[in-house]
C-alpha cells in the first residue's frame, strides 16, 4: 500500500476491532464544535469510478499491533478541522426504537482477507451516533453515469427516501444526463412522492451518459447550487459516495438462450449464438484489422469489436468449407434486453442496502468510498480498491469445470495454459466476497 497514516491523524489505532455483534454500544466523548457552513453528500451510480476522483484522495492505511491493517476511506475532518457534529436523527425515529443496536461503532471493521494473524480490515458500513451534516441545511444531489443496467431506479428511489425518512433531509436534486448534468443542464428536484414508483421501470430517471467528467466545472456547479459535497483540494465540506453498479438479472439472457434453443432445434443444420456479457473476451483472437483498441469511448473504456459477430463469422467460414452441409446460423445479442428492464425483488433489497450504507456513510462525513457487502456485512470501500485490477474467470475452479461439463464443451486449453492459470492464481491474494464483486461492478 502506499502510506501510513501518522500519529497525529483522527484515528485511534487500538480502538479498531472486527465487528461482534454482540458488543454494546457506548457513546463517544462530545465532539468540538463551532460555526461552519453546511454543505451535503453526493451520491453517483457508476460502473466506472474516474481516475480523477481517486487521484484526489491520497489512501489512508492504518496499521497496529500483529499484523493488523485498516484500509481506512477520506473523511471530512481528514482535512477540515474542528468540524462540529450533531446526534444523528435516528435515534428519535420510532422505526429504530425497536433495535437494541441501530449505530455501529465507530471503530467496528470487518476482515477482508486473512494474510496476517489480525488481517486487513475494511470500515464497517452503518449509522454512526454523531453525523456531520445539519438535515435542514444538507443539499444531497445524485446522478447516474455509464452503461444501463437493472437497479438504478431503485437506487434513486432508496437514497431520496432514505434521506428524507431517515435523516430529515428534504433537499435532494437529481443530475440530469450524466456527469455533463452538473454543468450542463437542468436538475430534477427529487422527493418521496416523485420517486414513489421509479424502482417499478428499468434505465434511470435521471439519463445517464458517457464521459462529460470535468472536475473543476463540476465542483463549480456544487457550490454554486449549494450542494453539500466538498472537494478536498478546495477544502469543502461534501461528502462524495459511489454506489456500485453490476448486471446480475439473468433472466432475459435465459430467455434469449431458451429462443435460440428452440430455432436451433427446429430448422436444418440449426446453429444458435447468444452473446453474454463479458466485455473483453475473445479480443485476442479477432483479426488485427478488426481490432480497436487503442481507441476510446467518452469515459475512457476501451472501444471493443463484438466478438459474438466474430464467432458467428468463423462458423459461418468453417462449415462453407463443407458444401455437402449448408447451416442456418442465427445471432442474438439480448445485452439490453438484460441492461433496461426493472430489478427484481432480490435486486431491490439488495439496492436498498447499499443506497442506506451510502447515505449513513455521507452523513457520518466519509467520503470517496462505495459500499459493498463483505463477509455478510456491508462496508466502506475505498475508490482505487474497485480499479485497481480485474477479475478474470478462474478456468481451473469447478464451476468453470461445471459449464464445460453441462454444456458438453471442450476445453481447448493445453497443459501450458492450465499450469499459467494456476500460477497465476497462486500469486494473487483474492480478496472475499465483497470486494470481488466491487471490483466486478467497477469493469462493467
Given at each position: 500500500m502506499d502510506s501510513t497514516i501518522s500519529s497525529s491523524a483522527s484515528l485511534s489505532i487500538p480502538k479498531f476491532r472486527c465487528f461482534d455483534p454482540?458488543?454494546?454500544?457506548?457513546?463517544?466523548?462530545?465532539?468540538?464544535?463551532?460555526?461552519?457552513?453546511?454543505?451535503?453528500?453526493?451520491?453517483?451510480?457508476?460502473?466506472?469510478?474516474?481516475?480523477?476522483?481517486?487521484?484526489?484522495?491520497?489512501?489512508?492505511?492504518?496499521?497496529?499491533?500483529?499484523?493488523y491493517v485498516l484500509e481506512d476511506v477520506p473523511h471530512l475532518s481528514d482535512y477540515i478541522p474542528d468540524l462540529p457534529t450533531y446526534p444523528n436523527p435516528l435515534q428519535d425515529n420510532p422505526s429504530y426504537s425497536v433495535v437494541k443496536q441501530y449505530f455501529v461503532n465507530a471503530d467496528d471493521t470487518i476482515v477482508v482477507h486473512k494474510?496476517?494473524?489480525?488481517?486487513?480490515?475494511?470500515?464497517?458500513?452503518?449509522?454512526?451516533?454523531?453525523v456531520y451534516f445539519e438535515s435542514n441545511e444538507v443539499y444531497a444531489c445524485i446522478v447516474t453515469c455509464g452503461g444501463l443496467c437493472p437497479g438504478l431506479n431503485t437506487?434513486?428511489?432508496?437514497i431520496v427516501c432514505g434521506l428524507h425518512y431517515m435523516y430529515g433531509v428534504n433537499n435532494v436534486l437529481g443530475i440530469e444526463g450524466g456527469y455533463r448534468g452538473f454543468?450542463?443542464?437542468?436538475?430534477?428536484?427529487?422527493?418521496?412522492?416523485?420517486?414513489?414508483?421509479?424502482h417499478?421501470?428499468?434505465?434511470?430517471?435521471?439519463?445517464?451518459?458517457?464521459?462529460?467528467?470535468?472536475?473543476?466545472?463540476?465542483?463549480d456547479s456544487i457550490q454554486d447550487r449549494g450542494i453539500n459535497?466538498?472537494?478536498?483540494?478546495?477544502?469543502?465540506?461534501?461528502?462524495?459516495?459511489?454506489?456500485?453498479?453490476?448486471?446480475?438479472?439473468?433472466?432475459?439472457?435465459?430467455?434469449?438462450?431458451?429462443?435460440?434453443?428452440?430455432?436451433?432445434?427446429?430448422?436444418?443444420?440449426?446453429?444458435?449464438?447468444?452473446?453474454?456479457?463479458?466485455?473483453?473476451?475473445?479480443?485476442?483472437?479477432?483479426?488485427?484489422?478488426?481490432?480497436?483498441?487503442?481507441q476510446q469511448d467518452a469515459s475512457g473504456n476501451k472501444l471493443l469489436q463484438d466478438v459474438g459477430l466474430w464467432i458467428s463469422q468463423k462458423i459461418k467460414e468453417h462449415f462453407a468449407k463443407r458444401p455437402k452441409m449448408p447451416i442456418n446460423l442465427k445471432y442474438i445479442d439480448p445485452t439490453y434486453m438484460i441492461r433496461a428492464i426493472p430489478s427484481n425483488a432480490s435486486d431491490n433489497v439488495y439496492c436498498t442496502l447499499l443506497a442506506h450504507s451510502a447515505i449513513h456513510g455521507a452523513m457520518a462525513g466519509y467520503t470517496g468510498f462505495t459500499v459493498g457487502p463483505v463477509n455478510g456485512r456491508h462496508a466502506y470501500i475505498p475508490f482505487h480498491r474497485v480499479t485497481?485490477?480485474?477479475?478474470?474467470?478462474?478456468?481451473?475452479?469447478?464451476?468453470?469445470?461445471?459449464?464445460?461439463?453441462?454444456?458438453?464443451?471442450?476445453?481447448?486449453?493445453?497443459?501450458?495454459?492450465?499450469?499459467?492459470?494456476?500460477?497465476?492464481?497462486?500469486?494473487?491474494?483474492?480478496?472475499?466476497?465483497?470486494?470481488?464483486?466491487?471490483?466486478?461492478?467497477?469493469?462493467?
Open positions: 454482540t458488543y454494546a454500544y457506548s457513546p463517544t466523548a462530545a465532539n468540538h464544535r463551532r460555526s461552519f457552513s453546511n454543505f451535503s453528500p453526493t451520491f453517483k451510480s457508476s460502473s466506472r469510478v474516474n481516475m480523477v476522483d481517486i487521484e484526489n484522495y491520497e489512501r489512508k492505511i492504518v496499521t497496529g499491533d500483529a499484523g494474510d496476517s494473524p489480525r488481517g486487513t480490515h475494511f470500515r464497517r458500513a452503518g449509522p454512526r451516533q454523531r437506487v434513486i428511489r432508496e454543468y450542463a443542464r437542468n436538475t430534477i428536484p427529487l422527493t418521496p412522492k416523485v420517486v414513489n414508483d421509479i417499478k421501470r428499468g434505465g434511470t430517471i435521471l439519463g445517464t451518459s458517457r464521459g462529460g467528467h470535468d472536475t473543476s466545472k463540476i465542483v459535497q466538498e472537494t478536498t483540494r478546495r477544502g469543502l465540506k461534501v461528502a462524495v459516495a459511489g454506489i456500485p453498479k453490476t448486471i446480475d438479472n439473468d433472466i432475459p439472457a435465459q430467455r434469449a438462450i431458451n429462443a435460440e434453443h428452440v430455432v436451433a432445434e427446429s430448422i436444418v443444420n440449426g446453429i444458435g449464438v447468444v452473446k453474454l456479457m463479458g466485455l473483453y473476451s475473445g479480443q485476442d483472437l479477432l483479426n488485427e484489422c478488426m481490432r480497436t483498441m487503442d485497481e485490477r480485474q477479475n478474470k474467470v478462474v478456468i481451473t475452479d469447478r464451476m468453470w469445470a461445471r459449464l464445460l461439463s453441462s454444456t458438453n464443451q471442450p476445453s481447448f486449453l493445453d497443459q501450458k495454459d492450465i499450469s499459467r492459470s494456476k500460477t497465476e492464481e497462486v500469486s494473487e491474494t483474492p480478496l472475499l466476497s465483497a470486494e470481488n464483486h466491487a471490483q466486478e461492478i467497477a469493469t462493467k
